[in-house]
């Protein structure tokens, strides 16, 4: 097909146009950033299931601590009671007596490892309240930032979404000075997510990179400016720039 001069100008323009917006359209994808939010979200949730592990691992040491806790009052209970009956020494034996300060000495040193065992549990629950505190706050960070790239993608989007309508409507307007059967190919090419048209770069198909047949270089040479042919691979419309 041979253009017009007005028509492969439009031609021409229509092209970059398609390019720019096939840039556009793949912009809007935002894969790099979809895939920082992935990665993100999937942080949080590893975050959350940690601090769930921990919280848990503290809730059986506090109770175990309460038990202690009781523990050790019973056996001062106990001890007080024994030295009440070793102080009053009431109908006792000497023998009596120093059974009676064994099972005292007994309880002091049991309460004392029961003591022993809680102080180093309430330690504990003081290093998982540190750890759990600061990953509440690695996990409070990881949702800022994913609201904050959340924003960036909403607002990126709309930007682009702008761009693609006007490209759109400056190529609809390019299309218009196009001959019907040439818009009508190129338009459904670019509906079927192909590409319409493309220019000859280096005697090579703009679109998929296929060198041209020689007879179709020889229709280029010899045909005008607005001399068309068609790839032989890829079918795209190739016009020479
Ligand atoms: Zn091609």
Redesign the pocket.
């Given at each position: 097909m041979q253009l017009t001069d007005l028509e492969h100008r439009a031609l021409l323009d229509w092209i970059d146009l398609s390019t720019q917006l096939r840039r556009v359209t793949n912009a809007a994808k935002q894969a790099e950033l979809v895939e920082r939010l992935r990665a993100l979200a999937g942080e949080h949730k590893a975050n959350a299931a940690r601090i769930a592990d921990l919280e848990s691992e503290r809730a059986a040491r506090v109770e175990r601590a309460a038990g202690l806790e009781r523990d050790v009052a019973a056996r001062g209970q106990a001890i007080i009671e024994l030295e009440a009956k070793l102080n009053a020494g009431v109908g006792l034996t000497s023998r009596d007596l120093l059974a009676l300060q064994r099972d005292i000495d007994t309880a002091r040193a049991t309460r004392s490892s029961k003591e022993d065992e809680q102080l180093e549990l309430l330690g504990e629950i003081e290093e998982l309240d540190a750890e759990l505190a600061r990953l509440r706050e690695a996990g409070t960070e990881l949702a800022a930032e994913g609201r904050r790239l959340q924003t960036e993608r909403a607002a990126r989007s709309a930007e682009l979404d702008a761009e693609a309508a006007q490209l759109h409507s400056q190529r609809a307007a390019r299309e218009g000075e196009l001959p019907e059967s040439l818009r009508a190919r190129v338009a459904a090419r670019e509906a079927a997510g192909e590409?319409g048209a493309?220019i000859v770069v280096q005697r090579?198909?703009?679109?998929?990179?296929?060198e041209l047949s020689g007879m179709a270089q020889s229709r280029l040479t010899s045909g005008g400016q607005g001399e068309t042919v068609e790839?032989?691979?890829?079918?795209?419309v190739?016009v020479r720039p």
């Amino acid at each position: 097909m041979q253009l017009t001069d007005l028509e492969h100008r439009a031609l021409l323009d229509w092209i970059d146009l398609s390019t720019q917006l096939r840039r556009v359209t793949n912009a809007a994808k935002q894969a790099e950033l979809v895939e920082r939010l992935r990665a993100l979200a999937g942080e949080h949730k590893a975050n959350a299931a940690r601090i769930a592990d921990l919280e848990s691992e503290r809730a059986a040491r506090v109770e175990r601590a309460a038990g202690l806790e009781r523990d050790v009052a019973a056996r001062g209970q106990a001890i007080i009671e024994l030295e009440a009956k070793l102080n009053a020494g009431v109908g006792l034996t000497s023998r009596d007596l120093l059974a009676l300060q064994r099972d005292i000495d007994t309880a002091r040193a049991t309460r004392s490892s029961k003591e022993d065992e809680q102080l180093e549990l309430l330690g504990e629950i003081e290093e998982l309240d540190a750890e759990l505190a600061r990953l509440r706050e690695a996990g409070t960070e990881l949702a800022a930032e994913g609201r904050r790239l959340q924003t960036e993608r909403a607002a990126r989007s709309a930007e682009l979404d702008a761009e693609a309508a006007q490209l759109h409507s400056q190529r609809a307007a390019r299309e218009g000075e196009l001959p019907e059967s040439l818009r009508a190919r190129v338009a459904a090419r670019e509906a079927a997510g192909e590409v319409g048209a493309a220019i000859v770069v280096q005697r090579s198909c703009g679109a998929c990179g296929a060198e041209l047949s020689g007879m179709a270089q020889s229709r280029l040479t010899s045909g005008g400016q607005g001399e068309t042919v068609e790839c032989e691979e890829c079918e795209a419309v190739l016009v020479r720039p």
